[in-house]
Each structure stands twice: as structure tokens, then as C-alpha cells.
T-cell receptor
């Protein structure tokens, strides 16, 4: 069966520090991968998605970037965190190249920028 | 106006009650409809996945889609305290395309 791992679960970082959140998927090949941010009362906001290695689409221009160095690895990064980057970050995957596939989420990283 | 509207609640019901959760939407091109359950400090978990109009039942959960009214519902029968969570609706125009989420309804089932 497929599993998705996200770490760390919680993170407290000072303003101006770098960020690296990692997500890996097991049990499937060539998945579509996604990064979402969830803010209280504002639902889920799609940040990035990827349909293959090195292929990244950005949905919201901001202080963050994403990379997919391997088929089942997705990384969310920032060079300098802002206070507004605080939030709950979720990685998700869906079956690539096939219709009728919903999203499956990891358990998220709660980021607090101080 | 948001593409997907969902009453944030909170909704509090006694154990055993029938719960009705709803979303309305404005985009008539939406064809795929999902309900996710999210426990506190966890990621959303897929509960129901339906295509177009109609009903789908899975145990105590029933999802309904009325495309003519642009309205979807999730019913929970014989609700349990373990059903206490935030429920998010989501929808997409074509399968695998980006999802549009509601803001979630917070549900508490009291023993």
C-alpha cells in the first residue's frame, strides 16, 4: 500500500532563517506531488505541484520554492522565512498519468516563524 | 464570492445523531467531488469520492451530489465521538486537476 511521510511534524524558526521541509511517498511510481498550506479559517491553498522529476508548477508567487530531486521526493524550501510563512504545510500525492485519482495527504508540518 | 462555500460551524451534536454537512459551489464545470476528514494536527483523510450527480454510501457515511443545485452533502448516521473532526469538501473540474476546497466544518459529537 502507498504511504506518505512528511517531516518534521513541528518546526519553530526565526525570521530570516532558511527552511527545508521534506516529503516522500512509498508504494507508487511517478506520482503527482503537491504542497499545500492551511491557515486557520482560510482553507487549503495550493502552493506547488509536480507531475515528474524536475517539473514544478507554482500556484502562488511568494517566498517559497519547491524541488523534486527524485521521483517520490518533494521538498519545500525558503531562503529567508517571513512571519507570514507560519502555517500548517501539507504534502499530498495522487496517481500520476491516470484519471479518477484523488489526493492523499501526509500529516503535515506545523511551522511557526518567530 | 468564493468558488466553494462551506459553513465553518462549529457544529455540536449528541452521540447517535444524524449529521448533515454541506457545501455549495458556483463553478458548473466541477465534476468530481470529495469529502475529507481532518483530525486536529493531522492531514486530511479521504472519506468519499464521487463523480457527477447521485448518491454514494460507505458504511455510516453517505455523499450526495446535486449538480443542478450546485450543492453537495455528507451525511453521517449514528454519529460517534470518534467522528469529531473538521470535514472539508473538495471538488475539481477533471479528475487529477487542481482541487478547490471548502474551508471546512468543525464537528463535535458529544458522548
Amino acid at each position: 500500500s502507498q504511504t506518505i511521510h512528511q517531516w518534521p511534524a513541528t518546526l519553530v524558526q526565526p525570521v530570516g532563517s532558511p527552511l527545508s521541509l521534506e516529503c516522500t511517498v512509498e508504494g507508487t511510481s511517478n506520482p503527482n506531488l503537491y504542497w499545500y498550506r492551511q491557515a486557520a479559517g482560510r482553507g487549503l491553498q495550493l502552493l506547488f505541484y509536480s507531475v515528474g522529476i524536475g517539473q514544478i508548477s507554482s500556484e502562488v508567487p511568494q517566498n517559497l520554492s519547491a524541488s523534486r530531486p527524485q521521483d517520490r521526493q518533494f521538498i519545500l524550501s525558503s531562503k529567508k522565512l517571513l512571519l507570514s510563512d507560519s502555517g500548517f504545510y501539507l504534502c499530498a500525492w495522487s496517481v500520476g498519468g491516470r484519471g479518477n485519482s484523488p489526493l492523499h495527504f501526509g500529516n503535515g508540518t506545523r511551522l511557526t516563524v518567530t | 464570492q468564493k468558488e466553494v462555500e462551506q459553513d465553518p460551524g462549529p457544529l455540536s451534536v449528541p452521540e447517535g445523531a444524524i449529521v448533515s454537512l454541506n457545501c455549495t459551489y458556483s463553478n458548473s464545470a466541477f465534476q468530481y467531488f470529495m469529502w475529507y476528514r481532518q483530525y486536529s494536527r493531522k492531514g486530511p483523510e479521504l472519506l468519499m469520492y464521487t463523480y457527477s450527480s447521485g448518491n454514494k454510501e460507505d458504511g455510516r457515511f453517505t455523499a450526495q451530489v446535486d449538480k443542478s443545485s450546485k450543492y453537495i452533502s455528507l451525511f453521517i448516521r449514528d454519529s460517534q465521538p470518534s467522528d469529531s473532526a473538521t470535514y472539508l469538501c473538495a471538488m475539481s473540474e477533471t479528475s487529477g486537476s487542481r482541487l478547490t476546497f471548502g474551508e471546512g466544518t468543525q464537528l463535535t459529537v458529544n458522548p
